[in-house]
């Protein structure tokens, strides 16, 4: 699978920014596809997941309400619409996907880190 992140950028508090995943490779009907983020200093946190398996989503309790995954099957694109922007979103975003897979999203993006593969990623910086 390859993955490749655009989207990022420099914005205000409050603001927002919709990244983008260009998804290609995929050979089974059942996936998943999370972000995950690396700020500066700190561990990497997934943010959102999608599971085609069970069409759950899962989203961190730091993003919830305000970010939102989505899945253009007809685009090969995963977006990851970020609203209300905080300085404490400030990190490289990546794009990560593993298949096949038979769990819910909550479950996928545990095992992202070991078994998924992943984009080059995108800096979002959110000044305050």
């Known amino acids: 699978v390859r993955l490749v992140e655009s989207g990022g950028g420099l914005v205000q508090a409050g603001e927002s920014l919709r990244l983008s995943c260009a998804t290609s490779?995929?050979?089974?009907?059942?996936?998943?596809i999370s972000w995950f983020r690396q700020a500066p200093g700190k561990e990497r946190e997934g943010v959102a997941c999608?599971?085609?398996?069970?069409?759950?989503?899962y989203y961190a309790d730091s993003v919830k309400g305000r970010f939102t995954i989505a899945n253009d099957k007809a685009k090969n694109m995963v977006y990851l619409q970020m609203n209300g922007l905080k300085p404490e979103d400030t990190a490289v975003y990546y794009c990560?996907?593993?298949?096949?897979?038979?769990?819910?999203?909550?479950?996928?993006?545990?095992?992202?880190?070991?078994?998924?593969?992943w984009g080059q990623g995108t800096q979002v910086t959110v000044s305050s």
């Open positions: 990560s996907a593993v298949e096949p897979i038979a769990v819910g999203a909550a479950q996928a993006i545990k095992v992202m880190p070991s078994f998924g593969s």
């Open positions: 490779g995929f050979t089974f009907d059942d996936y998943a």
């Open positions: 999608l599971s085609t398996a069970d069409d759950t989503v």
